[in-house]
């Protein structure tokens, strides 16, 4: 048995002060789920609109004004990755936003005539990082290591990236410049986990699995890749379990 001290209270919120044969290295660094948000009802799995952006910013969080030749659409978002959003700020492109079959969770494309400018998936690969990059860009890699999160535990993992030098291992919270079809762009794995936990507990659970991340385009070189950490206030998995209700 071993003690780790980051185990403590105001370290990792969900995570308990206790002795343990071994904690996940990445557990600060995983960040929490990122979400998207459409300001009318989808229709379909996917909705993609032409026009030009808008874009406000404000801590983690981003608003863009789409305005489109039927009318204008307002897209929200969150993500720890600290990407420099400013050059998505007028922009004439491509905006597409898909569900996912399972969470209902959305994702965000943003493409121009060059190629992808952003992409946001928020809890798994979709459609749209297969309209972006191609199938198989992101896949899951090696494990990292368990985390306990209440009465479950978290099994952390790292990817591996499709690049035009090949395939390149990212890990959570460490952003990678990397070239694709020719473009720059900086990757930031948010999160890849699957939980775990005994059967006879009465738990329901938001989010079992995720593999989230963040690609946005930057100019050759200047991608920002400073290791990022989890903001305090926030749990590693967004507090998504609770207690199950009873059975009728």
Not at 57 to 77: A, H, K, P, W, Y
Not at 111 to 121: A, K
Not at 127 to 144: E, H, P, Q, S
Request: glycine content about 8%; overall charge negative.
């Amino acid at each position: 048995m071993r003690w780790t001290p980051w185990l403590c209270p105001g370290l990792l919120p969900t995570i308990g002060c206790g002795p343990s044969l071994e904690y996940s290295p990445y557990a600060n660094s995983t960040l929490p789920p990122p979400s998207v948000s459409i300001d009318e009802e989808m229709s379909s799995s996917r909705r993609d609109l032409t026009g030009q952006i808008g874009l406000e910013t404000s801590g983690d969080t981003f608003e863009l004004d789409l305005s489109t030749n039927v009318g204008r659409v307002q897209i929200s978002g969150r993500s720890s990755a600290g990407s420099d959003l400013s050059f998505l700020d007028g922009v004439d492109g491509r905006v597409s936003v898909a569900e996912d079959a399972v969470s209902d969770e959305l994702s965000l494309l943003i493409v121009d005539d060059s190629g992808p400018l952003f992409l946001l998936e928020t809890v798994t690969p979709t459609v749209l990082t297969r309209d972006a990059f191609g199938v198989n860009f992101v896949i899951t890699a090696n494990d990292l290591g368990p985390v306990p999160v209440g009465t479950t535990t978290l099994s952390l993992t790292s990817v591996y990236v499709g690049t035009d030098d090949g395939e390149v291992e990212a890990f959570p919270g460490e952003p990678l410049e990397v070239v694709i079809g020719g473009l720059s762009y900086r990757f930031v794995l948010l999160a890849s986990w699957s939980r775990s936990y005994d059967a006879e507990i009465n738990l329901q659970c938001a989010l079992d699995e995720i593999l989230s991340y963040e690609v946005a385009r930057v100019e050759p070189g200047t991608a920002s890749t400073i290791p990022l950490e989890r903001p305090s206030a926030r749990g590693i998995d967004n507090n998504a379990c609770s207690s199950a209700p009873p059975a009728p």
